[in-house]
C-alpha cells in the first residue's frame, strides 16, 4: 500500500474527532528549526463541520482491538485498514508544512496490539519531528488510555496539547456501548496529564528555562446524541472536567451515525446539530460568564430549548433579577443580560465612569441592544414604547438560525410545525421555560 492510499484511510477515519483546537501556546521559530507556534501563527480555520483545517488531522493506524458499537474503526466493523511507520507520517507532516498546506499536527490513532504499543509508535513520531527535524510547529497528541505513565509523560514534553477522549457522558453509557473501555482507564491520564501540568507551572515560576509539559492544556471530547443521557448530566459532567482537570476545553461531537445496531439510534438518524450547538453555548457561559450547570438545568428540566439560546432561557426564567441599572450595576450582574459579553460589560464599567449611559451609547459599546433592552434600564428608564411581558419577550428572544436549524434536524412529516400561525404556541412547548415574575 503507497503512502497516498494510507493517506486517505487514515485522514477520513480521523474526520469524527473535533477536539482540534489549537489555541494556546507561543512558540517562536529560531535559526535551524522549522516552524513557529505562536499566537498569531496558527491559522484558526475550520471547515463546515467544525473541524480545523490548518492541522493534519490524521490517524496513526485504524486498526483497534476495541469494539465500540458507534466507531467506524471497531474491529467488528470491515473496513479497509492501514497502518503508518513512524518515519512515513512524520515525513508527511514536513511536507505538508513545507508546501504551505498546514501549520501542525492532530495525531490520536487507534489501539493496535495494546496501549503501550500504540503509545511508543505515536511518541516515535513526535520524537523524530522535535529532534531529527527540528519541527517546531503545533502539535495535538490523544493520549491512549490504558498506556503506561512514563510514556504519557514522555508524549507531554513533546506535544503542545493532550487530549484524552471521555467519549460517552455517562458510565452505564460506556459500559454499553464500550465494553472494552471503562471510566477509571480514561480519567487516569487526564489526573497525570493535569498534575503534570501544575508541576511544571511551578518549576516555570523558579527556573525560567525549565522545559514545558503540554503548554497548550489538555481537552476532551464527548459524543451527543448516541444515547439517552439528557444535557443536564452531559453539562454537569463538563462543569466537573474543568474544576477538576484544569481542562481548556470539552468538545460536543453530535453522533454521526455510521453503524447499524439495535443500542444505537437508525442509520437515517440526522447528527443533533442543534442540540451541540447550545451545549458548546452553555460551555461558553461556564467558563467565561460565571454561570454554574444546576443554575441552567435541573432535574425536572433536563434539556436546553432548541429555538432559544441558554443565557437567554435563563433571563426569561428569572425575570425577577430584571431590569438590570446599567449605570450601577456590578460587572457580574451585566453579564446576566442577554446580549452583554465580557468585552461590553467591562466597556460599559469603564464608560460609565466617565458620563451616564443612555441606550445609544451602550450601542456604540458592542451592546447587542435586539436582546438585551429587555433587560436593562438606563438612569431607570427603558426603551421608549417598548412593552415587556414574557410571552413578548419569548417571541422576539427566539432564534431564527436555531428554528431553520431545527427543521433540518427534525422529519420531513413534521415540517408544519413552524407554519406561522401554529409556530409560537408549539416552540413554547417544545421545552418548559419557568418564567418566575
Same mark, same amino acid.
Given at each position: 500500500?503507497?503512502?497516498?492510499?494510507?493517506?486517505?484511510?487514515?485522514?477520513?477515519?480521523?474526520?469524527?474527532?473535533?477536539?482540534?483546537?489549537?489555541?494556546?501556546?507561543?512558540?517562536?521559530? =529560531?535559526?535551524?528549526?522549522?516552524?513557529?507556534?505562536?499566537?498569531?501563527?496558527?491559522?484558526?480555520?475550520?471547515?463546515?463541520?467544525?473541524?480545523?483545517?490548518?492541522?493534519?488531522?490524521?490517524?496513526?493506524?485504524?486498526?483497534?482491538?476495541?469494539?465500540?458499537?458507534?466507531?467506524?474503526?471497531?474491529? &467488528?466493523?470491515?473496513?479497509?485498514?492501514?497502518?503508518?511507520?513512524?518515519?512515513?507520517?512524520?515525513?508527511?507532516?514536513?511536507?505538508?508544512?513545507?508546501?504551505?498546506?498546514?501549520?501542525?499536527?492532530?495525531? &490520536?490513532?487507534?489501539?493496535?496490539?495494546?496501549?503501550?504499543? #500504540?503509545?511508543?509508535?505515536?511518541?516515535?513520531?513526535?520524537?523524530?519531528?522535535?529532534?531529527?527535524?527540528?519541527?517546531?510547529?503545533?502539535?495535538?497528541?490523544?493520549?491512549?488510555?490504558?498506556?503506561?505513565?512514563?510514556?504519557?509523560?514522555?508524549?507531554?514534553?513533546?506535544?503542545?496539547?493532550?487530549?484524552?477522549?471521555?467519549?460517552?457522558?455517562?458510565?452505564?453509557?460506556?459500559?454499553?456501548?464500550?465494553?472494552? =473501555? @471503562?471510566?477509571?482507564?480514561?480519567?487516569?491520564?487526564?489526573?497525570?496529564?493535569? &498534575?503534570?501540568?501544575? $508541576?511544571?507551572?511551578?518549576?516555570?515560576?523558579?527556573?525560567?528555562?525549565?522545559?514545558?509539559?503540554?503548554? /497548550?492544556?489538555?481537552?476532551?471530547?464527548?459524543?451527543?446524541? /448516541?444515547?439517552?443521557?439528557? !444535557?443536564?448530566? %452531559?453539562? @454537569?459532567?463538563?462543569?466537573?472536567?474543568?474544576?477538576?482537570?484544569?481542562?481548556?476545553? $470539552?468538545?460536543?461531537?453530535?453522533?454521526?451515525?455510521?453503524?447499524?445496531?439495535?443500542?444505537?439510534?437508525?442509520?437515517?438518524?440526522?447528527?443533533?446539530?442543534?442540540?451541540?450547538?447550545?451545549?458548546?453555548?452553555?460551555?461558553?457561559?461556564?467558563?467565561?460568564?460565571?454561570?454554574?450547570?444546576?443554575?441552567?438545568?435541573?432535574?425536572?428540566?433536563?434539556?436546553?430549548?432548541?429555538? %432559544? !439560546?441558554?443565557?437567554?432561557?435563563?433571563?426569561?426564567?428569572?425575570?425577577?433579577?430584571?431590569?438590570?441599572?446599567?449605570?450601577?450595576?456590578?460587572?457580574?450582574?451585566?453579564?446576566?443580560?442577554?446580549?452583554?459579553?465580557?468585552?461590553?460589560?467591562?466597556?460599559?464599567?469603564?464608560?460609565?465612569?466617565?458620563? #451616564?449611559?443612555?441606550?445609544?451609547?451602550?450601542?456604540?459599546?458592542?451592546?447587542?441592544? =435586539?436582546? /438585551?433592552?429587555?433587560?436593562?434600564?438606563?438612569?431607570?428608564?427603558?426603551?421608549?414604547?417598548?412593552?415587556?411581558?414574557?410571552?413578548?419577550?419569548?417571541?422576539?428572544?427566539?432564534?431564527?438560525?436555531? %428554528?431553520?436549524?431545527?427543521?433540518?434536524? /427534525?422529519?420531513?412529516?413534521?415540517?408544519? +410545525? +413552524?407554519?406561522?400561525?401554529?409556530? +409560537?404556541?408549539?416552540?413554547?412547548?417544545?421545552?418548559?421555560?419557568?418564567?418566575?415574575?
Amino acid at each position: 500500500m503507497t503512502t497516498m492510499e494510507k493517506l486517505k484511510i487514515l485522514t477520513d477515519a480521523a474526520k469524527y474527532d473535533v477536539a482540534c483546537t489549537s489555541s494556546g501556546v507561543d512558540r517562536p521559530g =529560531k535559526k535551524g528549526g522549522l516552524g513557529s507556534a505562536q499566537f498569531s501563527g496558527i491559522c484558526h480555520s475550520f471547515a463546515a463541520d467544525g473541524r480545523c483545517i490548518s492541522l493534519l488531522k490524521v490517524l496513526y493506524t485504524n486498526f483497534c482491538i476495541c469494539d465500540c458499537k458507534y466507531c467506524v474503526n471497531r474491529r &467488528s466493523n470491515d473496513v479497509k485498514r492501514a497502518s503508518f511507520t513512524p518515519r512515513e507520517l512524520a515525513e508527511l507532516t514536513i511536507g505538508f508544512y513545507k508546501r504551505n498546506y498546514i501549520e501542525g499536527l492532530f495525531l &490520536s490513532s487507534g489501539i493496535i496490539k495494546n496501549p503501550d504499543y #500504540t503509545c511508543e509508535q505515536m511518541l516515535k513520531v513526535l520524537e523524530l519531528l522535535r529532534g531529527e527535524y527540528h519541527f517546531r510547529g503545533y502539535i495535538h497528541v490523544k493520549a491512549i488510555p490504558g498506556a503506561d505513565d512514563q510514556l504519557l509523560k514522555k508524549l507531554g514534553m513533546l506535544a503542545d496539547r493532550m487530549s484524552v477522549n471521555v467519549e460517552l457522558p455517562s458510565e452505564e453509557s460506556l459500559n454499553r456501548l464500550c465494553p472494552d =473501555k @471503562n471510566r477509571k482507564a480514561i480519567f487516569h491520564p487526564m489526573g497525570l496529564i493535569s &498534575s503534570g501540568i501544575q $508541576v511544571r507551572t511551578k518549576e516555570l515560576a523558579q527556573y525560567r528555562y525549565a522545559p514545558k509539559f503540554v503548554p /497548550a492544556g489538555q481537552s476532551t471530547q464527548m459524543i451527543i446524541g /448516541a444515547t439517552k443521557d439528557t !444535557d443536564y448530566q %452531559i453539562l @454537569n459532567l463538563a462543569e466537573s472536567l474543568y474544576q477538576k482537570y484544569q481542562l481548556k476545553r $470539552v468538545f460536543f461531537s453530535a453522533y454521526v451515525p455510521v453503524a447499524e445496531n439495535a443500542l444505537l439510534p437508525p442509520l437515517q438518524t440526522k447528527p443533533p446539530l442543534l442540540r451541540e450547538h447550545r451545549l458548546y453555548q452553555a460551555d461558553w457561559l461556564l467558563r467565561y460568564y460565571g454561570f454554574e450547570a444546576r443554575e441552567l438545568l435541573d432535574q425536572e428540566h433536563p434539556q436546553f430549548n432548541p429555538v %432559544i !439560546d441558554p443565557k437567554c432561557n435563563w433571563a426569561l426564567q428569572h425575570m425577577d433579577f430584571f431590569p438590570v441599572e446599567v449605570n450601577c450595576a456590578d460587572y457580574h450582574a451585566l453579564l446576566r443580560v442577554p446580549g452583554v459579553g465580557p468585552k461590553s460589560a467591562k466597556a460599559i464599567l469603564q464608560a460609565r465612569r466617565a458620563a #451616564t449611559l443612555d441606550f445609544t451609547g451602550l450601542k456604540k459599546l458592542g451592546v447587542v441592544l =435586539k436582546r /438585551a433592552q429587555y433587560f436593562l434600564t438606563c438612569s431607570g428608564r427603558i426603551v421608549d414604547g417598548l412593552r415587556v411581558t414574557p410571552d413578548i419577550v419569548l417571541r422576539n428572544l427566539i432564534s431564527q438560525q436555531g %428554528i431553520e436549524m431545527l427543521k433540518t434536524e /427534525a422529519p420531513p412529516e413534521q415540517l408544519s +410545525f +413552524f407554519s406561522p400561525t401554529e409556530s +409560537f404556541e408549539q416552540i413554547k412547548q417544545l421545552m418548559p421555560i419557568r418564567i418566575r415574575g
